[in-house]
Nanobody, 127 residues
Framework: QVQLVESGGGLVQAGGSLRLSCATS????????MGWFRQAPGKEREFVVS?????????YADSVKGRFTISRDNAAKNTVYLQMNSLKPEDTAVYYC???????????????????WGQGTQVTVSS
């Protein structure tokens, strides 16, 4: 069973950048499609981005296209990254790393299809 640990969250001004990391352990990293979701106060958890097991396919929510980039290191670090640029106040949320060994990255755009979750990391964007 894979464990997911996020890091890299924090406070940033609008227009700034952050890079989130999700380190994995306890599983074969390349066997998992990976993704990121976020949840703002009072709102449901929403899909942000996902990446296929070998990193050849990515899926983005319309709200982050062109600003966020997902990547993964299957070779050494068993880590998935989320580079967030041009951040907006509406990006403020707890960001959760997600993984699944059965579903595709495309299927993981739905939260109920995610098998494993991290604990989350807070991202706050000030205006």
């Amino acid at each position: 069973q894979v464990q997911l640990v996020e890091s890299g969250g924090g406070l940033v001004q609008a227009g700034g950048s952050l890079r989130l990391s999700c380190a994995t352990s306890g599983g074969t990293f390349r066997s998992y499609a990976m993704g990121w979701f976020r949840q703002a106060p009072g709102k449901e958890r929403e899909f942000v981005v996902s990446i296929s097991k070998i990193g050849d396919r990515t899926y983005y929510a319309d709200s982050v296209k062109g600003r966020f980039t997902i990547s993964r290191d299957n070779a050494a670090k068993n880590t998935v990254y989320l580079q967030m640029n041009s951040l907006k106040p509406e990006d403020t949320a707890v960001y959760y790393c997600a993984a699944d060994s059965v579903r595709t990255a495309q299927a993981m755009t739905i939260s109920s299809n995610v098998g494993y979750w991290g604990q989350g990391t807070q991202v706050t964007v000030s205006s």
